[in-house]
């Protein structure tokens, strides 16, 4: 995925980005592919794919909320700062908290940030399970089972907040059982089965709701 590419696939999820966000989601893939080589982040390194499975990846989120209008959002086990800095690029509006449990990950996503010269946005290393505060919105990707995430974050989620986890295919993990599991203290709003564009894998949004 080209940067026309990208352009042109967020358009399609009414993300307007400026030229400025550009260049900070180019800065960014930078200290990405630096930073890879001195902690394992990850396995992707090619900038079209980097684009395509992390980047827009992050952005379909928009898929199933609107995120103008959100202001606070946690992203459990982010990992390389997927999705939760992306999200803060081209949401600037959004208070966002990033959640890993290896130290080392906390001290690139920081310096990830003061490179950046983002603001209201933070990196705490804590497992999700021990976090303590509340939030509107609670992101986590390719993380953990569905059964497994709603233990380790529906706590952080507000009243009438979301989890929404993102996932590959998740045919064999959220059967009958598992819905009507969760569903005895949290309501399953919306499941959104999609394919990535140009190599067209398979992807899933669930969003569940504390109600």
């Keep these: 995925m080209n940067r026309e590419q990208f352009i042109d696939e967020i358009t399609k999820l009414n ?3 400026s030229d400025y966000q550009i260049e900070l989601l180019d800065k960014f893939y930078n200290l990405l ?3 890879n080589q001195k902690i394992n982040l990850t396995r992707i390194t090619e900038k079209k794919d980097v684009y395509l499975k992390h980047f827009y990846d992050s952005l379909t989120i928009t898929k199933v909320i609107d995120l103008k209008s959100v202001k606070t959002l946690c992203d459990v086990g982010t990992g390389a700062g997927f999705p939760g800095i992306i999200l803060k690029i081209v949401y ?3 208070n966002v908290t990033l959640v890993d ?3 080392k990950r906390v ?3 920081n310096e990830i940030i003061k490179e950046l010269d983002l603001e209201n946005i933070k990196a705490v290393h804590v497992r999700g399970e021990d976090l303590k505060e509340k939030y509107d919105v609670v992101t986590s990707r390719a993380v953990a ?3 497994k995430l709603v233990v380790y974050t529906m706590h952080l989620v507000k009243n009438n907040g979301v989890m ?3 996932k590959g295919n998740i045919d064999q993990e959220i059967t009958e059982e598992v819905k009507r599991k969760i569903e005895k203290k949290y309501k399953i709003e919306e499941i959104n089965r999609f394919q990535l564009p140009i190599e067209q894998s398979n992807r899933s949004l669930i969003v569940i709701k504390n109600k």
């Design 107 to 109: 001290n690139y996503l």
């Design 101 to 103: 449990a290896l130290q």
């Design 164 to 166: 929404i986890a993102m």
């Design 33 to 35: 592919i630096e930073w």
């Design 92 to 94: 600037p509006n959004l």
């Design 15 to 17: 993300i307007q980005i």
């Design 145 to 147: 089972n569905i059964e």
